[in-house]
């Protein structure tokens, strides 16, 4: 089991070797990563904007049912929907939904290029192929994640204060101080370094598992599968890292 894993694991970075070696024509990868931009960031703009609204409002609305104690001022939900989305929800959360939709999207596209050798065509004319089709993605997704999860801090706010406004569970005004308070900068670099690292671990993770794909298009479906669960579990080791180094 454990030499398996090492071999997994040697096999990935040994094809992270080629993917950053050094690009052949950079007008094509400048195209690329703006294609990707629009295939792998803009596409995801709508899931992250309606399930971030949802968690700001379900948030606000459990904690401000449930945090009926007088002794505790009403604000505290605000700066608590805050902080839940700034520290967790927009990177780490977003990261595992991303993972299934972004992930399973880029190994099947790479595992269907893989069974029906394009990838062996690519090579044959002398095309670094791992570099052609994986770096763009990756330097697309590194770049634009950190703008879903600003969208999705933003979003998830504003879905909590809504909730706020429309039932009158609690005072606007109240929820916005508890947004005020306390606020700390470095939280957000924290959420946009977390999110970095994780949108390295979607993109490369799925494409490893695309590009070694083998057999009919069943085996693609299955390598898209385990690229889902295997990027899931290293951002849920990285978030424990990250948190552990960025936070102490």
């Known amino acids: 089991m454990l030499s398996k894993l090492f071999a997994l694991v040697g096999q990935y970075f040994i094809l992270m070797g080629k993917v950053f070696s050094r690009p052949e024509k950079l007008p094509i990868y400048r195209r690329r990563i703006i294609y990707e931009m629009d295939a792998l960031g803009l596409n995801s703009i709508g899931l992250t904007a309606i399930i971030s609204v949802f968690i700001g409002a379900v948030i ?3 904690m401000s049912i449930n945090l009926e104690s007088p002794f505790i001022p ?3 939900i605000g700066y608590a929907t805050r902080e839940t989305m700034i520290l967790e ?10 993972a299934g939709k972004v ?20 090579e044959i004319m002398g095309v670094n192929s791992a ?3 994986i770096l ?4 697309a997704t590194v770049l634009f994640f950190p ?3 600003i969208l999705s801090i933003l979003i998830g706010i504003a879905g909590g204060w809504m909730i706020a406004v429309f039932t009158g569970i609690m005072i606007p005004d109240d929820y916005v101080t508890g947004l005020l308070y306390d606020f700390k900068l470095y939280s957000i670099v924290y959420s946009l370094i977390k999110t970095c690292f994780f949108a390295f671990i979607i993109t490369s993770v799925s494409a490893f598992y ?14 898209s599968t385990r690229a889902v669960v295997a990027s899931s579990i290293v951002i849920m080791i990285f978030n424990l890292i990250l948190t552990q180094i960025l936070l102490t």
Do not use: C, H
């Not at 929800?89 to 991303?98: E, H, R």
């Open 60 to 62: 606000t609305l459990q």
């Open 74 to 76: 009403k604000y505290i």
């Open 89 to 98: 929800f927009s990177s780490t959360v977003v990261a595992l939904i991303l």
């Open 103 to 122: 992930g399973s999207n880029i190994a099947s596209e790479i595992g269907t290029m893989r069974i029906t050798e394009q990838i062996d065509a690519l």
């Open 131 to 133: 570099s052609y089709l």
């Open 136 to 139: 763009p993605k990756i330097v």
């Open 147 to 149: 703008f879903l999860t």
């Open 210 to 223: 695309g590009y070694y794909a083998k057999g009919n298009s069943l085996e693609v479906g299955k390598a």
